[in-house]
């Protein structure tokens, strides 16, 4: 059993880390954020002040993350914005965290971001940018959206066990559009300038 791998991903402020570690206790399986291994273990390349974020050494880390999935006697859940690094052959199932646009910014102010970074990360939502890169890696039936916007945290973990038992197919990816509600609103532009 090689498909060990539980992957959360999704734009910052989706709820990647507090949801995950909810799960890891409800599952009682361990939880691995790959951004905090990547500093444990050295693996930062540089910062990028523009950005503010942390670029990680992927060819280094990727070896070494799947001897972790491969000794590990569970399930393990990764949870990162930048999960499909994870090879293929090792994952499960990989769950995206949605949040609506207005919902991700105020998220985002209480993190302190900057309205650049908001702006960056609300775009990338709209465009599911994070969806985009799991169906560029792996095979559509293990894809999985779960649109964190309006839920409660309890109920949002609640859902997740749901989607990773019975992969309900309410829940496969392509459901999630904020497209329309943005356009109505004459409100996408801000996002992209
Ligand atoms: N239904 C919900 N699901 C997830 N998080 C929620 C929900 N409702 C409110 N929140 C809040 O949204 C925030 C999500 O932040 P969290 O750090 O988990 O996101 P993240 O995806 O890990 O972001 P980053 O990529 O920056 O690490 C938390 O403060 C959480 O309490
Ligand atoms: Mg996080």
């Known amino acids: 059993m090689s498909k060990k791998a539980i992957l959360i991903s999704g734009t910052p402020g989706t709820g990647k880390t507090c949801l995950s570690l909810e799960l890891g206790k409800k599952l009682s399986l361990n939880v691995l954020n790959i951004g905090d291994f990547a500093i444990k273990n ?9 950005r503010d974020t942390l670029i990680t050494k992927t060819k280094k880390i990727v070896p ?14 990764i949870e990162s914005h930048y999960a499909d690094i994870i090879p293929t052959d090792l994952v499960d199932i990989i769950i995206i965290l949605r949040t ?13 971001y900057s309205q ?59 459901f999630v559009n904020w497209m329309k509600d943005l356009e109505k609103n004459k409100d996408l532009e801000k996002y992209f300038r």
């Open 100 to 112: 609506h646009p207005y919902i991700l910014e105020k998220r985002l102010k209480m993190k302190n």
């Open 42 to 50: 050295n693996l930062i390349i540089e910062k990028d002040n523009n």
């Open 116 to 174: 650049e970074k908001i702006n960056e990360n609300v775009a990338a939502e709209i465009l599911g940018i994070c969806t985009n890169y799991a169906l560029n890696k792996y095979p559509k039936n293990i894809i999985f959206e779960l649109d964190t916007s309006e839920v409660k945290i309890n109920e949002a973990v609640e859902i997740l066990n749901r989607i990773i038992t019975l992969r309900p197919d309410k829940y496969k990816f392509g």
């Open 64 to 77: 070494k993350l799947k001897k972790i999935i491969l000794n590990s006697d569970k399930k393990l859940i």
